[in-house]
């Protein structure tokens, strides 16, 4: 499987971002991931997780993006992560991954998100 992140880019405190990621691969492979979601990392920071969705539609955030960002999609061929009041501290590498059945996980390449005060 492999995955494919963009929407990243500069963009100043308060306004709002899409990222999109997009799988492609055997459809025996796409067919058994079961959750899909966005982890970040900031420089020098920890890779964390940011927000996930299963193949039913359940969604889970990170504390510090409750109530601003949203996870959409089928968690199988695509997702989105609407970004909305961002803040400097949301400054990172965002991944997207996709975990099987069996619990592979798959990376995307990540996309770059800046925010300016």
């Known amino acids: 499987v492999q995955l494919q992140a963009s929407g990243g880019g500069l963009v100043q405190a308060g306004r709002s971002l899409t990222l999109f990621c997009s799988t492609t691969g055997s459809t025996f492979s796409i067919n058994n991931i079961n959750v899909m979601g966005w982890y970040r990392q900031s420089p020098g920071g920890q890779r964390e997780m940011v927000a996930t969705i299963t193949g039913l539609g359940t969604t889970n955030y990170a504390d510090f993006v409750k109530g601003r960002f949203t996870i959409s999609g089928d968690a199988k061929n695509t997702i989105d992560l609407q970004m909305n009041s961002l803040e400097p501290d949301d400054t990172a590498v965002y991944y997207c991954?996709?975990?099987?059945?069996?619990?592979?996980?798959?990376w995307g390449r990540g996309t770059k998100v800046t925010v300016s005060s």
């Open positions: 991954f996709a975990r099987t059945l069996a619990s592979n996980n798959y």
